[in-house]
């Protein structure tokens, strides 16, 4: 292993790969702009350009997430990603090849140059399946539809709301009304001690779990579906 390759994994460990960085220490660009683990156990790595050291920058964060985590699977995310480095996409396309995990590729209208050439040689060497919407530079084998709009928000934020242009109707001034308790707090005691059971102690509040945050990127919450029914299926039948 290369000195670049144990440069890259320190910074892999130290959650340096886990946002979106532009440069290495030494200021050389960072080919790999992400990686982090998605739904507990999907792999999830995005490329912003195809470039000599991208298999490197790979192993490093792929080392790193596995150390602590159970990867069931992978989204390679080529969408607005670019490269003139073929040798670097078939470099890139042997690591995937080796891992024997299912693969999802993401790629759309503004997947450029090498990544192309990546998504094409994992698609044909049936070592992935291609997730895009139309257009897309790849002929996806999973096409889902997007809005233009959202796409680039989306692919920076997945989490984020939508845009929608939807116009919510709201019901009259009185239409509610009628769907209200109107019982009264006195109302509810003089029930309970009515039937006997003031002296009850009351039941502890209910505290509401924190909600786990969802995908809302079409694209990449239907590829992690895909992995990790996959990881189902393997898991009955080995």
């Known amino acids: 292993m290369t000195q670049r390759f144990f440069k890259l994994l320190i910074?892999?460990?130290t959650g340096l790969l886990a946002a979106p960085v532009l440069a290495h220490a030494d200021g050389t660009s960072l080919a790999l702009a992400k990686s982090e683990i998605l739904e507990g156990n999907v792999e999830y790595l995005c490329v912003s350009h195809v470039a000599a050291g991208l298999p490197d920058e790979i192993s490093?964060?792929?080392h790193a997430l596995t150390a602590t985590n159970k990867i069931v699977g992978t989204i390679l995310d080529l969408r607005f990603a670019?490269?003139?480095?073929a040798a670097a996409?078939?470099?890139t396309a042997n690591l995937f090849a080796a891992k024997k995990l299912p693969l999802a590729i993401l790629v759309n209208g503004r997947t450029r140059g090498a990544a192309v050439t990546l998504a094409t040689?994992?698609?044909?060497s049936r070592?992935?399946?291609?997730?895009?919407?139309?257009?897309?530079?790849?002929?996806?084998?999973i096409s889902v539809e997007e809005n233009p709009a959202d796409e680039k928000k989306l692919f920076e934020n997945p989490y984020a709301a939508p845009a929608t242009n939807e116009v919510v109707a709201l019901p009259g001034t009185n239409d509610f009304l009628s769907l209200v308790d109107h019982t009264s707090e006195a109302d509810l005691v003089r029930a309970k001690i009515k039937d006997g059971d003031e002296f009850e102690n009351p039941p502890p509040p209910h505290v509401a779990e924190p909600q786990k945050p969802v995908i809302r990127?079409?694209?990449l919450a239907r590829a992690a579906d895909?992995?990790?029914?996959?990881?189902i299926v393997r898991e009955f039948h080995p």
Request: hydrophobic fraction near 50%.
């Open 82 to 85: 670019d490269g003139d480095d």
């Open 11 to 13: 910074l892999a460990l």
């Open 127 to 141: 070592v992935g399946l291609v997730f895009g919407s139309t257009p897309a530079a790849v002929k996806p084998d």
């Open 226 to 231: 895909l992995i990790k029914g996959l990881a």
């Open 60 to 62: 490093a964060a792929n």
């Open 121 to 124: 040689v994992l698609r044909e």
């Open 89 to 91: 996409a078939t470099a």
């Open 217 to 219: 990127d079409p694209v």
